[in-house]
């Protein structure tokens, strides 16, 4: 009789230790992501605080022949920026989908020039389903307005229309 029941017994995995395996999985998965995320992103953070030297340097040079910053360019080289830069280029921004942009505003409360370079995330107006935004603690609540940003002069912000405390990252300010 125990020679039947041994004969008829099926050998297989229950449902608890599936579930067992497939958590363990999962929990590998997601450690193996943000190790592979976490580098990447970081690259980017570089890359975008030496381009944003660069640029500033370029800028600069460029005031001290000129005595007066470039006009504003819409997401675009200012206009005579070319020969200050290495190959005469703006660069794309670090990020996918991210580009850079040029700011001489006046500060709406005040009239004080704000000159800076910011990282823009989403198409000009939108969607913020359109946009890319890093994924850093410091980006957590961007919106479409928000950038990263290097201040040359004034009290820069992530975008004029928007308050100073409007959800942005300064990269040499440290706000």
Sequence with gaps: MENRKQKNKIFGF???????????????????????????????FS???????????????????NGVWPPDANRDIPPGLEPYLAPGDWPDGPWPGSVYDWENWDDPETGDKIYQISIRFCPIGGPL????????EWAADFDVQSSLYYCLQGVCRSHISKPIDHPGYCINCGT
Excluded at 20 to 38: D, E, F, H, Q
């Design 129 to 136: 389903a359109a946009c890319n935004f890093p994924q850093q």
């Design 14 to 44: 229950t449902l608890i230790e599936l579930l067992v395996v497939i958590a363990i999985i999962a929990v590998l998965a997601t450690i193996m992501y943000t190790r592979l995320v976490r580098p990447s992103e970081q690259a980017y």
């Design 47 to 65: 890359r975008a605080a030496k381009e944003f030297d660069t640029m500033a340097t370029a800028l600069e040079f460029y005031l001290l022949d």
